[in-house]
Antibody
């Protein structure tokens, strides 16, 4: 069974950094692109970016490119999202998803709240 | 960036109705479009990929069509469990983008 489990969320002060993790199981992690999507409270979905199998290609939405870094550890079957200079606009549920073009499996999401 | 415009924003329909949701891209996206269903409090779920391919396990009452800039998700006979918000998503060119969603309610 494919499973994606995000962790690392919580309450963080404005301007600080936070690193999210996504633990993958039930499939060959190093065979797939992986991605991150977020959803602000009461809002729609926003594509953050994607990383290919060997980390040689990483794509971001332009507005987050200087703040967020996507990485992966294929030995640990884990995807990461490093977030820096966080602001209130980054308050959202963050989802990781398997991305063979489309997002066929999603994690349950992890909440990040940016507030003083 | 490619803008995805979904209409209507809210749709009320009765059980058994045929329902059509629309998604319009600001430029040709070459059928590189998916549809996702998100029920309240849950993660999104893939329904349709590459315009008209039904994801495994999704009921056959869901179907997708379209080309160029105009795409449609159709539910042939609405069921109570279909109450959700539906998002289209283009991956033709970066940055990839979602539509704002259509919230489907029961009348």
């Amino acid at each position: 069974e494919v499973k994606l489990v995000e962790s690392g969320g919580g309450l963080v002060q404005p301007g600080r950094s936070l690193k999210l993790s996504c633990a993958a199981s039930g499939f060959s992690f190093n065979d797939y692109w992986m991605g991150w999507v977020r959803q602000a409270p009461g809002k729609g979905l926003e594509w953050i970016g994607e990383i290919n199998q060997d980390s040689s290609t990483i794509n971001y939405t332009p507005s987050l490119k200087d703040k967020f870094t996507i990485s992966r550890d294929n030995a640990q079957n884990t995807l990461y999202l490093q977030m820096s200079k966080l602001g209130s606009e980054d308050t959202a549920i963050y989802y990781c998803a398997r991305a063979p073009g489309y997002f066929d499996y999603w994690g349950q999401g992890v909440m990040v709240t940016v507030s003083s | 960036d490619i803008q995805m415009t979904q209409s209507p924003p809210v749709l009320s329909a009765s059980v058994g109705d045929r329902v059509t949701l629309s998604c319009k891209a600001s430029q040709n996206i070459n059928k590189n479009l998916d549809w996702y269903q998100q029920k309240h409090g849950e993660a999104p779920k893939l329904l349709i990929y590459y315009t008209n391919n039904l994801q495994t396990g999704i009921p056959s009452r869901f179907s997708g069509s379209g080309s160029g800039t105009d795409y449609t998700l159709t539910i042939s006979s609405l069921q109570p469990e279909d109450v959700a918000t539906y998002y289209c998503y283009q991956y033709n060119s970066g940055p990839y983008t979602f539509g704002a969603g259509t919230k489907l309610e029961l009348k």
